[in-house]
């Protein structure tokens, strides 16, 4: 139980387009998502935190109109990555939390992106 | 600002001794603690939460909280080699939000 996918597991894509990741609870609703983005040998990095029905909460430094989320059911919240550049670069990797609980988060595999 | 601080390593052990991981927070008001293991390219993975103070055992690890010195502990015994990984502590907010606040990790080398 509480399975979290994201899709594309990797991307690679050119300057200036924008990516959507997908992030999906499989078998439980998930009123919580957290999306973070990993650099190479670093911790993760909350980027912002998502609730079903309403609009993301962005962590500071994270520009909202750039890392648009939508999380508009109780199993899929969507990362789209506008304009990407080379340093968006990263590992991105969502969470969700189980509804009704308040504590533990389970993680997708993660989606990797390279912006050429 | 809430820290979370681990000691980056790497720890290196022999197969089949104990692996002790350890992490400080700031946040005195915490009331949830994770350790995550995470593989090299991989997301991360629960091991264990802990809420109260004392251990915790579940299997080959053994959690361990000191709210009182803002402490949390991660014990691996019989280590071997499959877990050598990166291992994040991580502590929720107090308050209410819930909101994670994860270490830098440690990196832990079982050798055989």
């Known amino acids: 139980g509480a399975v979290v996918s994201q899709h594309p597991s990797w991307v690679i894509c050119k300057s200036g387009t924008s990516v959507k990741i997908e992030c999906r609870s499989l078998?439980?609703?998930?009123?919580?998502m957290f999306w973070y983005r990993q650099f190479p040998k670093q911790s993760l990095m909350l980027m912002a935190t998502?609730?079903?029905?309403?609009?993301?909460?962005?962590e500071q430094g994270v520009e909202k109109d750039k890392f648009l989320i939508n999380h508009a059911s109780l199993t899929l919240s969507t990362l789209t990555v506008t304009s990407a550049h080379p340093e968006d670069s990263s590992f991105y990797i969502c969470?969700?939390?189980?509804?009704?609980?308040?504590?533990?988060?389970?993680f997708g595999p993660g989606t990797r992106l390279t912006v050429l | 600002q809430k820290e979370v601080e681990q000691n980056s390593g790497p720890l290196s052990v022999p197969e089949g001794a104990i692996a002790s991981l350890n992490c400080t927070y700031s946040?005195?008001?915490?009331?949830?603690f994770f350790w995550y293991r995470q593989y090299s390219g991989k997301s991360p993975e629960l091991i264990m939460s802990?809420?109260?103070?004392g251990d915790k055992e579940d299997g080959r690890f053994t959690a361990q909280l000191n709210k009182a010195s803002q402490y949390v502990s991660l014990l691996i015994r019989d280590s071997q080699p499959s877990d050598s990984a990166t291992y994040l502590c991580?502590?929720?907010?107090?308050?209410?939000?819930?909101?994670?606040?994860f270490g830098r990790g440690t990196s832990l080398i079982v050798h055989p």
């Open positions: 802990i809420y109260s103070n």
């Open positions: 991580a502590v929720h907010a107090s308050g209410g939000s819930y909101i994670p606040t």
């Open positions: 946040d005195r008001g915490s009331q949830s």
């Open positions: 078998d439980f609703q998930a009123t919580t």
């Open positions: 969470s969700a939390r189980v509804r009704g609980t308040t504590d533990t988060q389970y």
């Open positions: 998502s609730n079903e029905g309403s609009k993301a909460t962005y």
